[in-house]
């Protein structure tokens, strides 16, 4: 399998998240990546490989222009404010909820930040955009090295920050672009009639699924923690189907906390059998390992065995496949995770 990995993923590396009204230290930090490498390497999984430049064309297709546009100048603009910022990290403080205009972007600093974010719990820094632009190549490398014909059957955007929480125009839950759904536009553009996206991160994949929300082409299934109680909390119910050509087109199967890995396996089955049913000619998988028992944020239960299972379950669907690294926090088993996921699925 070939695996590009993102070089430069450690310039995004957050000071400080708040959660409960404090600034705690992030979750999602660059040594989470060494771990997977580390396993890769020692283990011998895969063949690493950095990757291009990053298609910005194709990051403007799946991302608003206005909110690439922010993201790109976003450090820029606030140390513009005091030069004393460049050693404090951006945080969201105000958004646009219900009745509030997203037709404008205001001049205000914070404000334009509220209007391209959904949460305070996600650090913008002054290497997010290089990092992350650098991670979207990974995703579009990935998939244009599986759609070569005589290319492999599987890669990987083996990158940080991860991507599934990040929207057309919005940024959160340590996502600022989407990776799965670059590679799935970038595997319809390749000639892939029809894709299918597997998210497997304990939390509902909210980007992805609004990004393809009325798209016929593109199949997107989630299985995480239910919303009711688990972050983000508002989108990932069940009776989310699609809307107009998507209609159908969007699968959410949440599982209340505390799930063990025999009821999530009944979950993944059952999003299995709607990819098969979609005919899709090409899959996407946003893997994260935070359903690992020991991960500090989530509440499923998969032991590090399961993951050997995980990868033979998605490799049965015989489709030629990108994975993109989602979360999984408990740093020092992330590694162990995610190769067991590659091996299961090598067979
Ligand atoms: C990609 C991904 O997995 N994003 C997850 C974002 C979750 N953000 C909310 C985190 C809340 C952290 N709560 C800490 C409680 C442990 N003391
Ligand atoms: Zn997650």
Redesign the pocket.
């Known amino acids: 399998m070939q695996i590009f990995h993102n070089p430069v993923h450690d310039k995004h590396a957050g000071r400080q998240?708040m959660?409960r009204g404090k600034l705690?230290p992030c979750?999602?930090t660059p040594a989470r990546l060494e771990y997977v490498l580390d396993a890769l390497r020692q283990r011998r999984i895969g063949d690493l490989l950095a990757p291009s430049a990053a298609d910005l064309d194709l990051i403007k297709r799946v991302h608003t222009p206005r909110y690439v546009d922010f993201l790109a100048s976003a450090w820029r603009d606030w140390v513009a404010l005091d030069p004393a910022n460049a050693d404090i990290d951006i945080l969201p403080s105000v958004w646009p909820v219900r009745g509030f205009r997203h037709d404008i972007e205001p001049t205000n600093f914070a404000a334009r930040v509220g209007l391209f974010s959904f949460?305070s719990?996600?650090p913008l820094t002054a290497g997010t955009w290089e990092a992350a632009t650098v991670g979207a190549a990974c995703a579009i490398d990935a998939a244009r090295a599986i759609t070569t014909s005589g290319g492999p059957r599987a890669a990987m955007a083996l990158t940080r920050p991860?991507?599934?929480?990040a929207g057309a125009d919005f940024f959160?839950?340590?996502?600022f672009l989407n990776n799965a759904a670059l590679a799935a536009q970038a595997l319809r553009e390749a000639g892939a009639a029809r894709v299918a996206i597997l998210d497997v991160?304990?939390?509902h994949g909210n980007g992805t699924q609004s990004i393809f929300y009325e798209r016929g082409d593109v199949l997107t299934v989630s299985v995480h923690g239910d919303p009711t109680t688990e972050?983000?909390f508002f989108l990932g119910y069940a009776d989310e189907r699609g809307q107009g050509a998507g209609e159908g087109a969007n699968l959410n199967l949440p599982l209340a906390a505390g799930t063990g890995f025999a009821a999530w396996t009944d979950a993944l089955e059952q999003g299995l059998a709607a990819i098969r049913a979609f005919k899709a000619d090409a899959l996407v998988i946003a893997l994260?390992v935070?359903t690992y028992e020991g991960d500090?944020?989530?509440k499923f239960k998969l032991k590090s065995a399961d993951y050997l299972q995980v990868g033979r379950l998605l490799a049965s669907l015989g489709l030629p496949a990108v994975f993109t690294m989602?979360?999984?926090?408990a740093v020092a088993d992330v590694g162990i995770n995610v190769a067991n996921v590659l091996e299961g699925y090598a067979g």
């Open positions: 998240e959660f705690v979750h999602e949460d719990g996600c991860p991507g599934h929480h959160g839950g340590y996502c991160d304990y939390h972050y983000p994260g935070d500090p944020i989530s989602e979360g999984g926090y």
